[in-house]
């Protein structure tokens, strides 16, 4: 007499699949989310980078810091994920549009904002909850 084998997965493989599969997704996505608006903050990073030169162009040729981004010779126009750049004679600030913009998966809770100090280059991150992660 032959044996008949049944061949397939039991439901406690398959349940021990989905909880690994739901394991591995809950530390994955998090960091994914984190990484995709660190390279969105990138965007602000190169935007004040060049507001920066521009400050720096205005200062060489009147020995001061310009407090307003219409007297430079720099585009500021709104970026994807951030507004338009805002100067004072000291720092340059932008913000991050909130429409676009999700808490998932990082510690930001609210829109934020980076603001870099004219001259000395240096970038920080301000806004609700602690978005230290976007910068490098």
Do not use: W
């Not at 126009?77 to 999700?102: E, Q």
Request: net charge positive.
């Amino acid at each position: 007499m032959q044996r008949i084998t049944q061949k397939g997965f039991t439901l406690v493989e398959l349940l021990v699949v989905v909880i690994m599969i739901g394991v591995l997704a809950s530390v994955a996505v998090p960091k994914y989310f984190r990484a995709v608006e660190r390279s969105r903050a990138s965007e602000a990073s190169s935007i004040l980078a060049a507001l920066n030169q521009s400050q720096e162009r205005f200062r060489q040729r009147n020995n001061a810091y310009a407090t307003s981004v219409a007297v430079l010779d720099f585009d500021a126009n709104t970026g994807t994920y951030f507004g338009a750049p805002t100067t004072t004679n000291t720092t340059a600030v932008i913000a991050r549009n909130t429409a676009s913009f999700s808490t998932v998966g990082h510690s930001c809770t609210a829109g934020y904002s980076l603001t870099i100090a004219l001259g000395a280059g240096t970038v920080t991150a301000s806004g609700g909850g602690t978005c230290d992660f976007l910068l490098p």
